[in-house]
């Protein structure tokens, strides 16, 4: 009943930016801690940013200053803003998400995943 939908991907050449989107939906009480992750073939899923429910916010020091996490909580909405990308910057970026439901119990889910390609 709860999905995660991500959107935003796509083709940039190097140097450009892009904006990934990922909408909550289904019976959700609140959401809490958000994360965006990315992972290339062959190696290790990687923490990129988390914002709490408080707006705050980490980074990997690998993005720090080229990256923002921001959230939109009436929309129940995450946003990765992807600025300078690298050809090596090219996973597919995952949203986590950490929810309470409305029976009050707690569990996060996992959005599709969605392709960033770096090339010119």
């Known amino acids: 009943q709860v999905q995660l939908v991500e959107s935003g991907g796509g083709l940039v050449q190097p140097g450009g930016s892009l904006r990934l989107s990922c909408a909550a939906s289904?019976?959700?009480?609140?959401?809490?801690?958000i994360s965006w992750y990315r992972q290339a073939p062959g190696k290790q899923r990687e923490l990129v940013a988390t914002?709490?429910?408080?707006?705050?916010?980490n980074y990997a020091d690998s993005v720090k200053g080229r990256f923002t996490i921001s959230r939109d909580n009436a929309k129940n909405t995450v946003y990765l803003q992807v600025n300078g990308l690298k050809p090596e910057e090219t996973p597919v970026y995952y949203c986590?998400?950490?929810?309470?439901?409305?029976?009050?119990?707690?569990?996060?889910?996992w959005g599709q995943g969605n392709q960033v390609t770096v090339s010119s």
């Open positions: 986590n998400a950490f929810v309470e439901l409305p029976s009050k119990s707690k569990t996060d889910y």
């Open positions: 289904g019976s959700i009480f609140s959401i809490n801690d």
């Open positions: 914002i709490t429910d408080g707006g705050s916010t």
